[in-house]
Nanobody
C-alpha cells in the first residue's frame, strides 16, 4: 500500500523560506511522477509543482515559478519542495502526491489519478 508522509511545514514570516519533504513507501517510485499540491481555506486543491523520476522534466504553477523548486532523491523515495520568498497567499495545507499511472507527465498530474499524503500546514505571516 502506498504511503506518503509529508514534513517540514510550519509558520514563517513573509519573505522567508521552508523546505517540505515527502517520504514515500509501499512500492518502487523511481518511474512515477511525484508532485505537490496545496489547498487554502475555502478553496479547491491546486497544483503547485511536479517532477518526473529523473528530474528531467518539471512543471510549476505560475504563482510559484522562480520561488519554489521541486526535487527528488530516488534512493530515498523522497520528494522535496524548496519554497523561497514566501508570501501570505502561499498559506495552505500542502499535499504530496505520486501519480498512480506510469508515464504521467508533470504537466498532466493535476488531471490524473494520484496517491496522496495527509498534508502539512504552511502558514506565512505578513
Amino acid at each position: 500500500q502506498v504511503q506518503l508522509v509529508e514534513s517540514g511545514g510550519g509558520l514563517v514570516q513573509a519573505g522567508g523560506s521552508l523546505r517540505l519533504s515527502c517520504a514515500a513507501s509501499g512500492r518502487t517510485f523511481n518511474t512515477y511522477t511525484m508532485g505537490w499540491f496545496r489547498q487554502a481555506p475555502g478553496k479547491e486543491r491546486d497544483f503547485v509543482a511536479a517532477t518526473t523520476w529523473s528530474g528531467g522534466s518539471t512543471s510549476y504553477a505560475d504563482s510559484v515559478k522562480a520561488r519554489f523548486t521541486i526535487s527528488r532523491d530516488n534512493a530515498k523515495n523522497t520528494v522535496y519542495l524548496q519554497m523561497n520568498s514566501l508570501k501570505p497567499e502561499d498559506t495552505a495545507v500542502y499535499y504530496c502526491a505520486v501519480a498512480s499511472l506510469p508515464g504521467t507527465t508533470p504537466q498532466a498530474m493535476a488531471r490524473m489519478p494520484n496517491y496522496w499524503g495527509q498534508g502539512t500546514q504552511v502558514t506565512v505571516s505578513s
